[in-house]
């Protein structure tokens, strides 16, 4: 599984599909479950993005 997901495809993929998860979240949920869904996307996004940056060495 881990070299599934450390694809750079798969990378991609996770980090816009979050990004735009968490910048639609406000817009369609409300409240508290807005803000968490918001935040819990965010951080997936950002450990694909890093992720994506720390294998673009190779």
């Known amino acids: 599984m881990?070299?599934?997901?450390?694809?750079?495809?798969?990378l991609w993929f996770l980090?816009?599909?979050n990004l735009a998860v968490?910048?639609?979240?406000?817009l369609v949920v409300?409240?508290?479950?807005a803000v968490m869904t918001g935040v819990g996307?965010?951080?997936?996004?950002?450990?694909a993005g890093v992720?994506?940056?720390r294998t673009r060495d190779r």
Do not use: C, E
């Open 30 to 33: 409300d409240g508290a479950q």
């Open 41 to 47: 996307m965010g951080v997936v996004s950002l450990g």
């Open 51 to 53: 992720s994506l940056l």
């Open 22 to 26: 968490a910048a639609a979240a406000p």
């Open 15 to 17: 980090f816009l599909f």
């Open 2 to 10: 881990k070299p599934l997901l450390s694809s750079r495809p798969v």
